[in-house]
């Protein structure tokens, strides 16, 4: 076998910057979501399904735009519907499964939770970068999102 | 109160790219490292100890390496202890708490591990960017870990 192509000296720093900055981010974000009662993770999924038709989405759908197995979905989900910020509906046109349905409170909580989450997305992220970096962020992380998802 | 300052569909974008490719990513690698019995986590403690004077850190010093809590990584370094790639060591000049220290199996494992990792890192990452976005990387992320550290 080849000898491993090590990371360069740059590449090591961009890996590591990278890594450091999302963690310590997504930390913070968990920190001042805590105060409103969410994780970041609750936060996800509440944006998500207040976007989706009807507030809801299959449970399959909602895993793959939230990047989480299906388990670990299903956990959560039934975290948050102890606290009243969604529901389960069984789909009666087909056996596909199960959807997740924001309810009036989750509603309420996403629009509630949201101005101060965005604040902190700005504070600790967006407004740190110029608008050159803005651009470069999506260029550079779309085809690593493509390439993962395998297209 | 002010109108909340939504992101722009430019600074949504990037928020998006950034969040799914760490995701993704991060999901991949861990599941690579899967087939060698280690989880993402444990790699990066693992790198850590083996890059660290006598292959040991103060417990509070690794969990700011890693970014995360005291209380999780004591949970992550018990499972560690139990497969035999870190032991736990008091600290006898001080009070200041306890070590975690690298074993042979651990340094073993590591050395073994690197290589397949570092081709993971490579393909779904670093092998994606030009060397001008390898430098964009650091200089976009670099100045966010600042911010959180409060420096």
Request: charged share 30%.
């Amino acid at each position: 076998m080849a000898d491993p192509r090590w990371l360069t000296a740059d590449e090591q720093r961009a890996w590591r910057a990278h890594l450091t900055a999302h963690r310590l981010l997504t930390h913070r974000l968990d920190r001042e979501l805590q105060e409103h009662g969410l994780s970041f993770n609750d936060y996800e999924i509440l944006v998500n399904l207040s976007e989706s038709p009807d507030h809801r989405m299959r449970m399959s759908d909602l895993a793959d735009a939230t990047v989480q197995s299906r388990s670990r979905l299903s956990h959560q989900i039934s975290r948050m519907e102890q606290a009243g910020l969604v529901t389960r509906e069984l789909c009666e046109d087909d056996r596909r499964g199960t959807f997740a349905v924001l309810t009036p409170l989750g509603y309420h909580t996403i629009e509630r939770v949201a101005p101060d989450h965005v604040a902190g997305v700005r504070a600790h992220f967006i407004d740190l970068l110029n608008p050159d970096q803005i651009r470069e962020v999506e260029e550079i992380y779309t085809p690593v999102v493509a390439h993962l998802q395998g297209r």
